[in-house]
């Protein structure tokens, strides 16, 4: 019986190391997941933020643009960036969009806008340029003023429009983020069947 007794705490004794040891394997797995996620969860966090920042400043800018191009009186108005230098802003006819190069990777934003705008390009790269650009497609004439356009001019300046936005779906305007952005609307006169009727195009520049 004695040699009974022995044996069976013996196994009890076997079992306790064995519940010890897998108890400690297993706070060592814990902490290990603990320490991974706490690495993961820091890089994700600074990716939000990016991306909020991103968010902010793309909105803003898309906001201004749009509030310049609803308003009917002519000539230039000056954005001010509020970002990161480290983020790059590129403008199309129809988008804004952003990224940042971080230690977790790239991180990218993008805004459609309720309206269609043109940034510099090969064809102009401020209103003076646009304005001769028009004046070499309609015989001189450049719808400012007096001067006005005729109705078939409308659809010259239209082409010119499509081909500018068309070069800057390939190849958007990256401003530079520490000068100030030109937000111009510029009104043309033009002479139709019912009268002399105005019509506006915004552009974005920077000199």
Not at 152 to 177: R, S
Request: proline share 4%; hydrophobic share 40%; charged share 25%.
């Amino acid at each position: 019986m004695a040699a009974r007794f022995k044996d069976e705490r013996f196994n009890d004794d076997e079992r306790a190391w064995a519940d010890f040891l897998i108890t400690r394997v297993g706070l060592m797995l814990f902490s290990s997941i603990l320490l991974v996620s706490a690495f993961n969860i820091y890089p994700l966090f600074i990716q939000q933020e990016t991306a909020g920042m991103m968010d902010a400043s793309l909105s803003s800018l898309a906001s201004y643009i749009e509030d310049v191009d609803s308003t009917s009186i002519q000539g230039p108005h000056y954005y001010t960036f509020d970002i990161d230098p480290d983020v790059t802003i590129d403008i199309s006819s129809k988008y804004v969009s952003a990224y940042s190069d971080t230690k977790t990777g790239r991180v990218t934003r993008a805004r459609a806008l309720m309206t269609t705008f043109y940034p510099q390009n090969s064809k102009w790269d401020s209103g003076p340029g646009l304005l001769e650009v028009i004046a070499n497609s309609c015989d001189g004439r450049t719808g400012l003023g007096d001067d006005e356009l005729i109705d078939g001019d409308w659809q010259i300046i239209n082409e010119m429009l499509d081909q500018a936005g068309t070069e800057l779906a390939q190849e958007p305007f990256v401003p530079d983020t520490m000068q100030p952005l030109i937000v111009e609307k510029v009104i043309l006169n033009i002479e139709t069947d019912e009268g002399v009727e105005k019509r506006g195009v915004t552009i974005v520049y920077q000199i």
